[in-house]
């Protein structure tokens, strides 16, 4: 591995092709390979199931064609002995094969595909290069006229595979590719989304399926019959059962069957070894109050290996992981670290400038627009630049250590990287500037994806002319870069946690048993929050004993500093130095921290309709778990109970699903025939969103004979007053028919609503979305932080959701608040602006702009002050400051004026 340069002569020179796994078997791979485009560390691989390392059965010729003698058919396998005071278990899934279901005809058809191999036809990296074609078309030229998607493939499926649950992703991924697969047609494209249940419960997730819908995207709620190859040779044939109960047959060009979530033999076999225990569908048994905790003490697991779930859940549940793994060794913390070695940056300050131009093929993504060797060409002839090359993908490791080589041996003082977003890359090769010696602002991005190839595909020619003039605008600015430098400030190894319920209690009970002292701050006089009010999860947890349990622990731990019925005020400060006012029962509190994390919950609405607040029979989800705790007589004598789901969610006024009701109504249901098996109990809703291993539970209510009917939003069930219940009138949609039904008991499952955070926002500096749920850095990468460094959120703050992800998420967000406590210093400055208070005319313009509370006014000199520690390079004063007094560092008037008349002068 150490010898392999990646040069690919091995592969080149090598006889052997087999189907590639890692495209789904849509393209054909070399017996000597790299695992897939972006491989990390980017080295070749042998397939020793195909080339046998018996002398006498394999030909040898990577061997003698390898120039640096990496390959040895006589290595052997090693074995290291590793001591660990924690393990955590991130083994991920398989997808669904389903070869063995005769009737969806996958392997029949070369266009009958997987969900996971309809990615890589997307895929720029994938076999076609990312072009939507048929794959039963040798020239990948014919583009499919019609696409249809299939849902619950080895999922929610008992009868044809053993997987009862449901898989969480699929449905969303499914609206996903429908959407991505008309963008990247150039022609009208038919999509048909087949489903039994749209479950679309992620935050926007809902707004995005709408938004599918309003472009084109069909939705078919159906039971499919069977797929299978046209007769007449046109396409593929779908048999389905629409909602009235008919046969329809319609023919599809692609089928994707949108395939389930599974744990691998190899996964069980492994955690059968280790003694951990396995639940239904052998994921990783946890329970709602330890979601990452397996029942091994000291092995925690995470992602899919504890349960279906998206990529943020997974995120979540990482950094939910490694906080619960080092909670009881934190005291080990340090003892094995090992100090980055940085060489010795060089002073350039009176050196000409030598300028690098690294320019990025990126497989297909920029490459397959842009002629990248006529545009390195270009590079090199431009004034200042000394050197160019083209890398296939100069964000992976190895052309990295690579750009430090080269940067060493061509003593480059500048380098220009032409390539993707700076936004998501440039950090990654400021570091590279470090490790060859180089101060990590000599560098210029030169955006020819985003800002080249992805908004002018349909125009090569005139793409690369473009690409010219980024790189040329690029190496103009990098002439006037300057070496850029940081300071170091001191961290307050403590933090402040606001909101006292379950995930509030959580992320403070984290942070001090890894020892930092906590502030946790609750508005209301007691601790618990919204949990206080519930009954049991659908696990059968008993929710008030374990908010009991927690808030003992709480109020026991001696790093732990509640404050009950406290607001925050005032709040100053930047990462690593906050310093928040309190305004309690008894008198002001000042509190010195290093982060915060906000968990201030949500609510639940109260119903404007369904006779709520009219009718004693008529009640919430909240009220109803309180009768349940209490065994209300009401409740017992109950003969007919309803529930009716989605009261005020999805809605085009609240365009977003709650996320617990259908389970928490599911459950509550099952307890009711639990207690009287004779009671009728119904449940009227829009599409029933149990997922993950939640799907048990509703399999559990159909079994016990509790009735489910669908309505949609046109067609909402009619309440009216009955004696001492109501009426409850719908529409059937199988029978057609109206249906009328008295119960003495009717639930609502009102939607969860954001608290009203504006004036935390302002003060944390944060953001909430539309709907008033606090905004995440990045859904998906980044979601339990905030663009705001040193502050993280958790629970229904962010989003509904239940117990178990509440605490995965506050053991996340305590995770990410160690990041910066574990510090004993930060760094700050370095692209931040400067003021000229020889130019400042104190019209503070700038303070008005900037949205960071960067800059303040120095009364006595009557000029602006910018605190460096606060401000994030975004120049908006140095935009709005009419002098020219405030400039930007990396983006000062002189360079930006440098890249605009190179612009201009093309």
């Not at 404050?563 to 509190?589: C, Q, R, W």
Request: charge should be neutral.
């Amino acid at each position: 591995m150490d010898k392999c340069i990646a040069c690919g002569l091995c592969a080149e020179k090598c006889p052997k092709k087999v189907d590639d796994e890692y495209n789904e078997g849509l393209g054909k791979r070399k017996a000597i390979y790299v695992p897939y485009s972006q491989a990390v560390p980017l080295k070749y691989a042998i397939d020793d199931t195909i080339c046998l390392k018996l002398t006498k059965n394999r030909c040898g010729n990577c061997e003698k064609v390898c120039p640096s003698g990496a390959i040895n058919f006589a290595d052997k396998a090693k074995e290291k002995t590793l001591n660990v005071g924690s393990i955590i278990l991130a083994m991920g899934f398989e997808s669904f094969d389903p070869s063995g279901i005769d009737s969806l005809g996958f392997g029949q058809h070369p266009d009958i595909v997987t969900s996971m191999g309809f990615e890589r036809i997307l895929s720029a990296t994938g076999p076609f290069g990312g072009h939507l074609c048929l794959p039963s078309d040798k020239d990948h030229e014919k583009a499919p006229e019609k696409i249809a998607w299939l849902q619950c493939v080895g999922s929610r499926d008992q009868n044809r595979c053993s997987n009862a649950y449901c898989s969480s992703v699929c449905c969303m991924y499914a609206v996903k590719q429908a959407v991505m697969a008309r963008e990247h047609s150039h022609d009208p494209l038919d999509c048909a989304i087949f489903y039994m249940d749209m479950r679309t419960h992620g935050k926007d997730f809902d707004r995005y399926m709408e938004g599918a819908k309003k472009n084109g995207v069909r939705f078919i709620q159906s039971r499919v019959h069977s797929v299978v190859p046209s007769l007449d040779h046109q396409g593929i044939e779908m048999r389905f059962i629409d909602q009235d109960g008919t046969i329809q047959t319609e023919n599809f060009d692609i089928v994707v069957l949108s395939t389930g979530l599974q744990i691998s033999a190899a996964c069980v076999d492994l955690a059968k070894t280790m003694n951990i225990a396995l639940d239904h569908g052998n994921f990783v048994k946890t329970d709602s109050f330890n979601p990452v905790s397996t029942s091994v003490p000291g092995i925690y697991a995470c992602g899919v290996f504890t349960g279906p779930k998206d990529i943020p859940q997974s995120v979540m549940e990482a950094s939910s992981a490694a906080a619960a793994a080092t909670e009881y060794i934190s005291s080990a913390r340090h003892t094995l670290t090992k100090e980055i070695v940085i060489p010795e940056e060089r002073d350039t300050e009176y050196e000409l400038p030598k300028i690098g131009v690294f320019v990025c093929n990126c497989g297909t993504n920029i490459g397959g627009v842009i002629d990248v060797p006529d545009v390195v060409a270009y590079a090199r002839t431009l004034p200042g630049v000394t050197y160019a090359e083209e890398n296939l993908f100069t964000c992976s490791q190895d052309t990295q250590d690579k750009m430090a080589q080269v940067i060493k041996e061509k003593k480059l003082n500048r380098v220009v990287v032409a390539a993707c977003s700076p936004k998501t890359h440039e950090p990654l090769f400021r570091q590279t500037l470090i490790n060859a010696g180089l101060n990590k602002h000599l560098l210029e991005m030169a955006n020819i994806r985003n800002h080249d190839s992805w908004v002018h595909a349909s125009e090569p020619a005139r793409a690369t002319q473009k690409a010219k003039h980024l790189v040329r605008m690029a190496v103009s600015k990098s002439m006037l870069l300057n070496s850029l430098f940081e300071t170091q400030l001191p961290v307050t190894q403590s933090a402040l946690v606001v909101g006292g319920g379950i995930a509030g209690m959580t992320a403070a009970l984290s942070l001090a048993r890894q020892g930092f002292p906590v502030s946790l701050v609750e508005r209301e006089q007691n601790l618990g929050g919204n949990a206080r009010k519930l009954f049991h999860t659908y696990m059968g947890e008993d929710i008030p004993g374990q908010v009991k349990t927690m808030i003992h622990q709480v109020n026991d731990h001696p790093m732990i500093h509640t404050y009950l019925g406290a607001v925050i005020e005032h709040l100053d400060g930047f990462v690593g130095n906050f310093n928040t006012t309190l305004a309690t029962p008894e008198s002001k509190v000042t509190i010195d921290h290093g982060v915060a994390i906000l968990a201030t919950g949500a609510v639940e609405a109260k119903p404007d309709e369904y006779l709520y607040g009219k009718h004693d029979a008529v009640m919430t989800h909240l009220e109803f778990d309180g009768r349940l705790n209490k065994k209300d007589p009401m409740l017992e004598a109950a003969e007919d109970i309803a529930f009716i789901q989605c009261v005020g969610s999805r809605e085009e006024a609240h365009p977003y699903c709650s996320k617990v009701c259908c389970t928490h109504s599911i459950h509550s249901a099952v307890e009711i025939k639990k207690r009287n098996p004779n009671a009728n109990v119904y449940i009227f809703y829009r599409d029933i969103r149990t997922y993950g291993k939640r799907e048990l539970i509703y399999k559990q209510a159909r079994d016990m004979g509790i009735l489910f009917f669908r309505y949609d939003l046109e067609s909402k069930p009619r309440v009216t007053p009955s004696g001492t219940g109501v009426n409850i009138r719908i529409l059937d949609h199988i029978l057609k028919m109206p249906v009328s039904i008295d119960v003495d008991i009717l639930c609502l499952a009102s939607r969860i609503q954001a608290r009203d955070n504006q004036a935390l926002a302002q003060a944390f500096k944060i953001t909430c979305d539309s709907d008033g749920w606090m905004l995440e850095a990045h859904q998906k990468l980044r979601p339990v932080d905030f663009a705001t460094d040193g502050v993280f959120l958790c629970g229904m703050a962010h989003y509904p959701k239940p117990i178990d992800e509440s605490i995965a998420q506050a053991k996340a967000a305590a995770s990410r608040a160690i990041t910066t406590l574990a510090r004993s210093s930060i760094s700050v400055g370095g692209v931040v602006s400067r003021v000229n208070e020889k130019l400042c005319s104190g019209c503070q313009g700038c303070i008005e702009v900037c949205p960071y509370n960067a800059i303040q006014m120095d009364e006595k000199k009557h000029v602006v002050n910018i605190n460096a520690a606060l401000c994030k390079g975004c120049g908006a004063c140095a935009a709005a400051c009419p002098s020219e007094a405030l400039t930007l560092e990396g983006f000062n008037n002189e360079q930006i004026y440098a890249q605009i008349k190179s612009a201009m002068g093309a």
